[in-house]
């Protein structure tokens, strides 16, 4: 369990993070429904339900990550806090 995102982010140095409640419901969502990447992310478009898991209040029509983005992020977690 991940009790502070802290180590993962740095402030003021690259581009800003993703929110993590985006990439932890995406990974979840990807994990209970067996998808892939690319499916989840492309779900995540479709279903209004997803979105507001992932913390979204109002119903977006554009990817809000590039699939490539969760492979990033799972190596900067790493396997041992997935």
């Given amino acids: ?14 581009r800003p993070g993703k929110p993590t409640r985006l990439m932890v419901g995406l990974h979840y ?8 990447d690319e499916s989840v992310v492309a779900g995540l478009l ?3 339900y997803w979105q507001y898991f992932c913390g979204f209040e109002f119903f977006i029509h554009q990817l ?11 190596k900067r977690i790493g396997p041992k806090d997935m």
Avoid: C, Q
């Avoid at 809000?64 to 799972?74: C, E, H, I, K, L």
């Fill in 46 to 48: 479709e279903n209004p």
């Fill in 1 to 14: 369990m991940i009790t502070s995102s802290a180590p993962y982010y740095a402030e003021k140095k690259g």
């Fill in 29 to 36: 969502l990807k994990h209970a429904f067996n998808e892939s």
């Fill in 64 to 74: 809000p990550v590039d699939p490539t983005s969760m492979t990033r992020w799972r």
